[in-house]
């Protein structure tokens, strides 16, 4: 399975916003997870952590085969556009190899820990995959989420001056920060490195 992937399915689409239910839920399904998906809000401190990922297995009878089931938990003092960002960014790691990702508290506790550190005190070598795992997924969500023939269609108004990244962001659907990342002429390079070998 692979994010790259996922961001090709919406690759050609000009339509958006991009609908989390209707659209990246059956994608994502499409790629392979064949699992029940649930996401929903929850009181939690933003400040620590926005959105995650559970995933469990029930039998589906006594001696059935099991149902994997993943539940995505999004903070609910997030405004509608976080909210979006973070329930793509957390469907996304449901397409990450089982090296990547984080199977239990410790490793979960370690993560929080790693992605909370300001800039100048990350390191890339002792954060580990899960956590560089976890930062890409950003940049993967913001893809499929502004796919890039609607940025391709929204960049020259931009770059004439008669958009602004606010007004692209309300288009969109999702926070200025990433609209700026989108819209910034190194984007299409970026885009092309997480779409390779898809």
Sequence with gaps: ???????????????????????????????????????FYA????????GSLVQWEYPASENGPMIQVAEI?????????????????????????????????EDFD?????????ADMQDFKQDGLQVLTDRVA???ALA???PLAARNELYKPFKDGKLAL?????IVNIPQRYVALAMH????????FLTRGA
């Design 144 to 146: 499929v989420l502004f």
């Design 1 to 39: 399975m692979s994010a790259g992937k996922l961001i090709k399915l919406f690759e050609t689409r000009t339509e958006v916003p991009i609908d989390i239910d209707g659209d990246v839920i059956p994608a994502v399904q499409s790629l392979g997870f064949s699992g029940e998906l649930y996401w």
């Design 43 to 50: 009181e939690m401190d933003s400040s620590v952590l926005r």
């Design 166 to 170: 606010s007004d692209i962001a309300r």
């Design 73 to 105: 938990t999004v903070a609910d003092d997030q405004t509608e556009d976080w909210r979006r960002m973070i329930a793509c960014k957390e469907m996304i790691h449901l397409l990450d190899e089982p090296g990547e990702r984080v199977n239990t508290t």
């Design 185 to 192: 002429e190194s984007w299409e390079s970026l885009y092309k």
């Design 110 to 118: 370690r993560l929080i820990e790693r992605l909370s550190l300001p």
């Design 138 to 140: 950003v940049t993967e």
